[in-house]
């Protein structure tokens, strides 16, 4: 328990640093390293979108059709469904 929270912790910590430089690459630098910030965010957020689909696709193209299931065979009139027969078969 303690691990996973150790590693939580480590998470968090990672994220609102990546926040922070994300942040100072984008509005301290000058032209050319905001935009390329840019570009290589949106490159990758694409290309994470399109990976996912793509595995979509490729489990859908290589998983193999469900087997059909076999319809239950109706009981007969005769018999109630615990397989005694009807009250209009018995005879007094």
Do not use: C, H, N
């Amino acid at each position: 328990m303690a691990r996973d929270r150790a590693i939580g912790s480590a998470l968090v910590v990672g994220a609102v640093v990546g926040v922070f430089v994300y942040g100072f690459l984008l509005f301290y630098f000058q032209a050319p390293i905001p935009l390329d910030t840019l570009k290589i965010t949106a490159f990758v957020a694409i290309v994470a979108v399109l990976a996912i689909l793509g595995w979509i696709g490729y489990v859908m193209a290589t998983t193999p059709p469900p087997v059909p299931l076999e319809p239950e065979p109706a009981p007969s009139p005769a018999t109630t469904p615990d397989g005694t027969p009807s009250s209009t078969e018995k005879k007094a």
